[in-house]
């Protein structure tokens, strides 16, 4: 098992266009998470998937983002008509069921730059 | 969220003990002390947690004060790959991890 894998490592998009990144967490994890992270701050919880349910949807995912986790697997967070202030990391999390552990693993992150 | 209070910044010397503190004063019985620690271009890593008893790992010890309203992660002899963002979370499992600003810390060879 090679941890949670996020792709692209790093987007760069022209303000107006839509961009959609893939997170791929670890197998039998049945709880996703996406966070948003800028410069100097730390992760800012944007959306929380429990198998293919998202249970919870921060306000700071306005309805320019949607994020998807179709089969309960693999996700997807997509930002539409990007604007300059959505340049951040895109951090996603994955966790076991809640029986087996607590702890969350993370991938490596998608870097976007909307410029 | 339950709120936690680090220090935004420490520093100390490679090889030496390094004690983090976390004050956590409105903390619920239910709240576990989670430690993620963050390394530069890295996604957050799981470090450590703990419920009332201290907690000794491989990467560091929890010593949770009586009260819980506190606790302290210790890294019992720093070296430069330690120097990261340490965040000190209150977590029910069921929950999301709400991250704080955390504490740089710095690592001196």
Redesign the interface.
Known sequence: DTG?SQNPRHKITKRGQNVTFRCDPISEHNRL?W?RQTLG?????LT?FQNEAQL?KSRLLSDRFSAERPKGSFSTLEIQRTEQGDSAMY?C?SSPP?RLN????????TRLTVV | DAKTTQPNSMESNEEEPVHLPCNHSTISGTDYIHWYRQLPSQGPEYVIHGLTSNVNNRMASLAIAEDRKSSTLILHRATLRDAAVYYCILFQGAQKLVFGQGTRLTINP
């Open positions: 949670v998470y966070y701050q730390g992760p800012e919880f929380y919870e951090l999390a809640l607590t702890e969350a693993f993370f991938g490596q992150g």
